[in-house]
Nanobody, 132 residues
Framework: QVDLINSGGGSVQAGGSLRLSCAASGYPYSSVCMAWFRQASGKEREGVATIDSDGSSRYADSVKGRFTISKDNAKNILYLQMNSLQPEDTAMYYC??????????????????????????WGQGTQVTVSS
């Protein structure tokens, strides 16, 4: 049983920061991609950032330079540091995991590292609201 537990969401004003966390348990795979996706009201879920076991990462253009994905391998926790938040960042944020994965294999299979189809396990989501 793989569990991904999201936390850290909240409400901030534009320009503020938040850090999201995702605690993973029951994960038997040595090679894994872990990612953050988000879904705004009335919109499709979109990829935000991903990182693989080698530490390679990719970001959506909309968050480059503002968001940083990282992980604590010893604690099995994935993080998303979000700075310079804007109202358009308002969404439910989900962590996700893909077994037996590297950034390179994601590109080979999907042409991108942030295709929702590539991720098998999902957290319950945490709401981020940014006011202007």
């Amino acid at each position: 049983q793989v569990d991904l537990i999201n936390s850290g969401g909240g409400s901030v004003q534009a320009g503020g920061s938040l850090r999201l966390s995702c605690a993973a348990s029951g994960y038997p795979y040595s090679s894994v991609c872990m990612a953050w996706f988000r879904q705004a009201s009335g919109k499709e879920r979109e990829g935000v950032a991903t990182i693989d076991s080698d530490g390679s990462s990719r970001y959506a253009d909309s968050v480059k330079g503002r968001f940083t994905i990282s992980k604590d391998n010893a604690k099995n926790i994935l993080y998303l540091q979000m700075n310079s938040l804007q109202p358009e960042d308002t969404a439910m944020y989900y962590c996700a995991a893909a077994p037996a994965c590297t950034i390179a294999t994601m590109y080979e299979l999907y042409g991108t590292a942030l295709n929702i189809l590539g991720y098998n396990y999902w957290g319950q989501g945490t709401q981020v609201t940014v006011s202007s």
